[in-house]
């Protein structure tokens, strides 16, 4: 796991789960699993979280939440997809209103398979979120300060 400056804030969000995996997302917050070790802060503000973790499938009422949700965050952001309805629908990806998994409405980093995801998976999911999220930030950082340095470059030759 990657250095990270300051403790990651984590959104969680029920697209329609039948609850098993929303049930294993606050096993993680027990202290028998505890991902406070890791700094994670569970936030119900989506502008202040930098993780997006989802559950259950898309449907059309929820798609412009999700959206909604994933835009309102900040860069760099990173999107958790619990669980087999998050990830394709599950066993709701024939009902009629069912569109499919997480990724057919915003992009999804992390996939966390089970059908209900068990906390341990859970808990790796968001470890290697951790990872994305500081490769992200680091990635950020550098096209600022490339940009920086070519803007002032450009002021200096003009």
């Not at 999107?79 to 599950?90: D, E, L, P, S």
């Amino acid at each position: 796991m990657a250095y990270l400056k300051r403790s990651p804030w984590i959104l969680h969000y029920d697209a329609s789960s039948c609850n098993g995996c929303d049930i294993e997302v606050l096993a993680c917050l027990t202290p028998l699993y505890d991902v406070e070790r890791f700094g994670i802060i569970n936030t119900g503000n989506p502008k202040h979280a930098d993780i997006l973790m989802i559950t259950g499938g898309i449907n059309e009422l929820n798609r412009p939440v999700v959206r909604n949700l994933y835009e309102q965050m900040p860069e760099p952001k990173v999107v958790i997809a619990i669980g087999a309805c998050a990830a394709t629908g599950g066993v709701f990806r024939e009902c009629y209103n069912i569109t499919g998994g997480i990724d057919k409405v915003i992009p999804v980093d992390v996939y966390v398979p089970g059908c209900a995801a068990r906390p341990e998976q859970i808990i790796d999911g968001v470890v290697t979120a951790l990872g994305i999220l500081e490769e992200k930030r680091t990635k950020m950082t550098r096209d600022a300060q490339a940009k920086e340095e070519a803007r002032h470059a450009a002021g200096e030759s003009t």
